[in-house]
């Protein structure tokens, strides 16, 4: 769309200045200062000194409860506000002078683009650039020290895979589980049960290696995810949202207070994974580096089986779904059933880390706090719904900015920053930063009245006749 | 001691705190029904409301040297109250401005709302914490606490009757609001087709901002009430969030006395509930509400009333 815009412009040699500045600096410095000192302009300011004092509080210290306005002044009414509202002038010149340069600017990009384009739009053949990642990712953990390598398979690779897994219900089945850890904790708690006659009170008859939890775990969570989406999707897609909400809550809650799951205590000592096959023993340890490798493995795997998913016969069920639900269900295609697949299959991804999860470490019911829900949308949502690749580099790109910003930004003011991005990204990039095509084609079409991008409309075959 | 015994006693608790979901259901039916989605961050102006009413209220009582009585006491509980509603409605203005407003004027998909409602409320519960600490936070009572009447065997306090009767002013304030006035008319006729109500002359974008900032009038003033019984923290709103939400399902979604009705049901459920089974699980009843009503009745007991009188 925008190549096509942009090739007949290729001619042009020397960027001659914008049709709309007759008199040069003078005229330019009017337009300016008319932009700037409008109505439209002023309220620019008005907007530009809120998100000011808005990262100013962000950034400022901790209050106390006992002094309710002292963290606001301590942030606000210190020499250091300075700064932020010298961030908001700024922010404000670039907004509202932005009409003025823009002429400039496409004339430039125009001009930088045209020969280019015609290379760049052979599409860069995405294998090519997929190896490329993954021989990154593979020889990435020999320039890093422990703890960051730690934090490449907890933080960053766990959540990849999650992403991965909620990426198939929002992505590409249009819908919302804000409760998808709980079945990250039905994994982990499952891989106690059954590899572990110490690890919490409750446990299998017989121990058994990690490795045959995954399927068992897998199982369970989708089975699970079953019975939770059943009675909810049959009527709307955003009471979804709002059932897996509270079903969060509860499996937190229950693993907090139940004896079997040791309670807040947590499970101790899960045995580690080991292989023990055909003369091979290997057991991972308490060295992170093969749990990366395995994790990517496994990271790797899902993408390719989600990529030949979502061009399979279901993945594109799933767009039609997306695009037009009563359309598809018209044409035969089974809604309900579909949706309620694309949930089960999200949290069976979730359970599956659930297990690799429990295998590596110590847990406890705190891990699976809402927020880390919270965590695994905002990842979906930064990185690009619909786009494997893209969560992924949202996982990497959120996660380790996390952990490069350790020291400055404490863990628990990081879920701020968190929200500040969900509702910059929905407001101005709801594709997220690696957009998939096809979701952001749709966006865009639904922004225009043309389908409806989700599937969160009442289903047709619901009882919408009863109201 | 039996059920049948405790029975009076676990109803005027169950009352309590259903007609505390009762205030804060009504935000959510209302905005289900102007706008036909789930405000994620209703729960969040519940907590800043708390927050709000509770620093107010607190600031006067440590001005008394003994637990303060009579217009003392009443002054103070209306004050909490009044600054509670007005932090929950600034909260909930901001939240549309700022949330909403961008992705109506764009005409984003209903999926987007939800996620940057998630991330308004991730935002707003993180801030509280960092302003106000992440634990929780109490006031002490502005009145003396004792029992003042009884039904049957059960002891009736000061705390419970305020609740229970505030929340019942409100109620029916609310209830006149959406029924008998203009205002009410126009939300009304946004509910049932907004297009039409353009045409009609209702500009809908203000009746959107004055529903959201109903909502968070009634949920400030509810998160008050909610503080000064038991505490204010930076997550307090979750768990009345998700429960009044039930609440607004359970009467029947965007139907105002549905909420009423389906807050206080849930609230008596629960509260026997909590005694036939653990306290500790007395959460997990609500949820076996939810999904019980969405497999059995799901337009709820009253019926979904997207548009109608209340």
Same mark, same amino acid.
């Given at each position: 769309?925008?190549?096509?815009?942009?090739?007949?412009?290729?001619?042009?040699?020397?960027?001659?200045?914008?049709?709309?500045?007759?008199?040069?600096?003078?005229?330019?410095?009017?337009?300016?200062?008319?932009?700037?000192?409008?109505?439209a302009?002023?309220?620019q300011?008005?907007?530009?000194?809120?998100?000011?004092?808005?990262?100013?509080?962000m950034?400022?210290?901790?209050?106390?409860?006992?002094?309710?306005?002292?963290a606001?002044?301590?942030?606000?009414l210190a020499?250091?506000?300075?700064?932020?509202l010298?961030?908001?002038?700024?922010?404000?010149?670039?907004?509202?002078?932005?009409?003025?340069?823009?002429?400039l600017?496409?004339?430039?990009q125009?001009?930088?683009?045209g020969?280019?384009?015609?290379?760049?739009?052979?599409r860069?053949?995405?294998?090519?650039?997929?190896?490329?990642?993954?021989i990154?990712?593979?020889?990435?953990?020999?320039f890093?020290?422990?703890?960051?390598?730690?934090?490449?398979?907890?933080?960053?690779?766990?959540?990849?895979?999650?992403?991965?897994?909620?990426?198939?219900v929002?992505?590409?089945?249009?819908?919302?589980?804000l409760g998808? &850890?709980?079945?990250?904790?039905?994994?982990?708690?499952?891989?106690?049960?059954?590899?572990?006659?110490?690890?919490?009170?409750?446990?299998f008859?017989?121990s058994?290696?990690?490795?045959?939890?995954?399927?068992?775990?897998?199982?369970?969570?989708?089975?699970?995810g079953v019975?939770?989406?059943?009675?909810?999707?049959?009527?709307?897609g955003?009471?979804?949202?709002?059932?897996?909400l509270?079903?969060g809550?509860? &499996?937190?809650?229950?693993?907090?207070?139940?004896?079997?799951?040791?309670?807040?205590?947590?499970a101790?000592?899960?045995p580690?994974?080991?292989?023990?096959?055909l003369?091979i023993n290997?057991?991972?340890?308490?060295?992170?580096?093969?749990?990366?490798?395995?994790?990517?493995?496994?990271i790797?795997?899902?993408?390719?089986?989600?990529?030949?998913?979502?061009?399979?016969?279901?993945?594109?069920?799933?767009?039609?779904?997306?695009e037009?639900?009563?359309?598809?269900e018209?044409?035969g295609?089974?809604?309900?059933?579909?949706?309620?697949?694309?949930?089960?299959?999200?949290?069976?991804?979730?359970g599956?880390?659930?297990?690799?999860f429990?295998?590596?470490q110590?847990?406890n019911?705190?891990?699976?706090?809402?927020?880390?829900?919270?965590?695994v949308?905002?990842?979906v949502?930064?990185?690009?719904?619909?786009?494997?690749?893209?969560?992924?580099?949202?996982?990497?790109?959120?996660?380790?900015?996390?952990?490069?910003?350790?020291?400055?930004?404490?863990?628990?003011?990081r879920?701020?920053?968190?929200g500040a991005?969900?509702?910059?990204?929905m407001?101005?990039?709801?594709?997220?930063?690696?957009?998939s095509?096809?979701?952001?084609?749709?966006?865009?079409?639904?922004?225009?009245?043309?389908?409806?991008?989700d599937?969160l409309?009442?289903?047709?075959?619901?009882?919408s006749?009863?109201? | 001691?039996? #059920?049948?015994h405790?029975?009076?006693?676990?109803?005027?608790?169950?009352?309590?705190?259903?007609?505390?979901?009762a205030?804060i259901?009504?935000g959510?039916?209302?905005?289900?029904?102007?706008?036909?989605?789930?405000?994620?961050?209703?729960?969040?102006v519940?907590?800043?409301?708390?927050?709000?009413g509770l620093?107010?209220?607190r600031?006067?009582?440590?001005?008394?040297s003994?637990?303060?009585?009579g217009?003392?006491?009443?002054?103070?509980?209306?004050?909490?109250?009044?600054?509670?509603?007005?932090c929950?409605?600034?909260?909930?203005?901001?939240?549309?401005r700022?949330?909403y407003?961008?992705?109506?004027k764009?005409?984003?998909?209903?999926?987007?709302?939800?996620i940057?409602a998630?991330g308004?409320?991730? #935002?707003?519960?993180?801030?509280?914490?960092?302003?106000?600490?992440?634990?929780?936070?109490?006031?002490?009572?502005? #009145?003396t606490?004792g029992?003042?009447?009884?039904?049957?065997?059960?002891?009736?306090n000061?705390?419970?009757?305020?609740?229970?009767?505030?929340?019942?002013?409100m109620?029916?304030l609310l209830?006149?609001?959406?029924a008998?006035?203009?205002?009410?008319?126009?939300?009304?006729?946004?509910?049932?087709?907004?297009?039409?109500?353009?045409?009609?002359?209702?500009?809908?974008?203000?009746?959107?901002l004055?529903?959201f900032?109903?909502?968070?009038?009634?949920?400030?003033?509810?998160g008050?009430?909610?503080?000064?019984?038991?505490?204010?923290?930076?997550?307090?709103?979750?768990?009345?969030?998700?429960?009044?939400f039930?609440?607004?399902?359970?009467?029947?979604?965007?139907?105002?006395?549905?909420?009423?009705?389906?807050g206080?049901?849930?609230?008596l459920?629960?509260?026997?509930?909590?005694?036939?089974?653990?306290?500790?699980?007395?959460?997990?009843?609500?949820?076996?509400?939810?999904?019980?009503?969405?497999?059995?009745?799901?337009?709820?007991?009253?019926?979904?009333?997207?548009?109608?009188?209340?």
């Open positions: 769309m925008s190549t096509t815009s942009a090739t007949p412009a290729t001619p042009s040699v020397a960027p001659t200045p914008p049709p709309s500045q007759p008199g040069g600096a003078a005229a330019l410095g009017r337009a300016a200062a008319a932009a700037l000192f409008s109505l302009g002023l309220r300011l008005g907007v530009c000194v809120l998100i000011g004092l808005t990262l100013a509080l950034t400022g210290p901790n209050g106390k409860a006992a002094e309710p306005l002292g606001v002044r301590h942030a606000i020499p250091r506000i300075v700064t932020y010298i961030i908001a002038a700024v922010l404000w010149l670039l907004i509202a002078l932005w009409p003025l340069a823009r002429p600017w496409s004339m430039g125009a001009a930088a683009r020969p280019v384009t015609a290379v760049a739009q052979q860069f053949a995405p294998l090519g650039l997929n190896l490329a990642l993954l990154v990712a593979i020889i990435m953990p020999m890093f020290s422990n703890a960051a390598v730690t934090w490449m398979v907890d933080g960053v690779g766990i959540y990849a895979l999650l992403a991965l897994g909620l990426n198939v929002i992505g590409y089945a249009g819908m919302l589980d998808y &850890i709980a079945f990250f904790a039905i994994g982990a708690y499952t891989t106690a049960y059954f590899t572990s006659k110490t690890a919490i009170s409750a446990h008859p017989v058994l290696n990690p490795f045959f939890v995954f399927p068992i775990a897998f199982v369970l969570a989708a089975v699970a019975l939770l989406g059943a009675p909810t999707l049959r009527l709307r955003d009471y979804l949202a709002i059932v897996t509270g079903f809550e509860i &499996i937190q809650l229950i693993a907090n207070n139940s004896h079997w799951t040791n309670g807040p205590r947590g101790f000592g899960v580690h994974l080991s292989i023990h096959l003369g290997y057991s991972w340890k308490l060295d992170p580096k093969p749990y990366y490798y395995l994790l990517l493995a496994i790797v795997l899902v993408m390719i089986a989600f990529g030949r998913l979502e061009r399979s016969r279901i993945g594109r069920a799933w767009a039609a779904i997306r037009d639900e009563i359309a598809a018209a044409t295609v089974p809604t309900l059933r579909l949706k309620l697949l694309a949930f089960a299959i999200g949290a069976s991804v979730s599956f880390a659930g297990v690799l429990a295998s590596k110590f847990f019911p705190q891990i699976f706090s809402l927020q880390a829900s919270f965590l949308v905002t990842i949502i930064f990185g690009g719904m619909g786009n494997r690749l893209g969560v992924v580099v949202g996982s990497v790109v959120l996660q380790g900015l996390a952990f490069y910003l350790r020291d400055k930004v404490p863990a628990t003011d879920f701020i920053y968190f991005v969900v509702i910059v990204m407001i101005f990039r709801p594709q997220g930063i690696v957009p095509r096809r979701r952001k084609r749709e966006i865009s079409l639904a922004e225009h009245g043309v389908g409806h991008a599937s409309g009442s289903a047709p075959t619901s009882e006749g009863a109201r | 001691m039996g #059920f049948v405790q029975f009076w006693q676990l109803t005027i608790d169950g009352l309590m705190s259903g007609s505390l979901y205030v259901a009504l959510y039916t209302l905005v289900y029904g102007v706008l036909q989605l789930i405000n994620f961050a209703h729960s969040e519940f907590m800043l409301g708390a927050f709000g620093f107010a209220a600031e006067l009582v440590n001005n008394f003994d637990t303060p009585s217009m003392a006491s009443v002054g103070i509980v209306l004050v909490g109250l009044a600054v509670g509603a007005l929950g409605a600034a909260a909930a203005f901001t939240l549309e700022v949330a407003r961008p992705l109506r764009r005409n984003a998909p209903r999926l987007a709302y939800l940057s998630i308004a409320s991730l #935002f707003a519960v993180n801030m509280a914490g960092k302003l106000w600490e992440r634990q929780n936070v109490t006031m002490e009572l502005p #009145f606490n029992t003042v009447f009884h039904v049957f065997s059960a002891e009736v000061t705390k419970t009757l305020v609740i229970i009767l505030v929340a019942a002013v109620l029916v209830d006149t609001l959406v008998r006035t203009r205002l009410g008319q126009s939300i009304r006729a946004v509910a049932q087709d907004a297009d039409t109500a353009t045409l009609m002359g209702v500009n809908v974008e203000r009746v959107i004055l529903t900032i109903i909502g968070g009038l009634l949920a400030g003033a509810g008050f009430l909610y503080a000064m019984t038991f505490s204010a923290s930076n997550n307090m709103g979750f768990i009345p969030g998700v429960k009044a039930t609440a607004a399902v359970l009467g029947g979604i965007g139907n105002v006395r549905g909420a009423m009705l389906g206080i049901v849930l609230g459920v629960e509260s026997y509930g909590g005694y036939v089974f653990q306290a500790s699980y007395k959460d997990v009843i609500a949820f076996l509400v939810l999904v019980l009503i969405l497999m059995v009745r799901p337009t709820g007991l009253l019926g979904e009333r997207l548009g109608r009188a209340a």
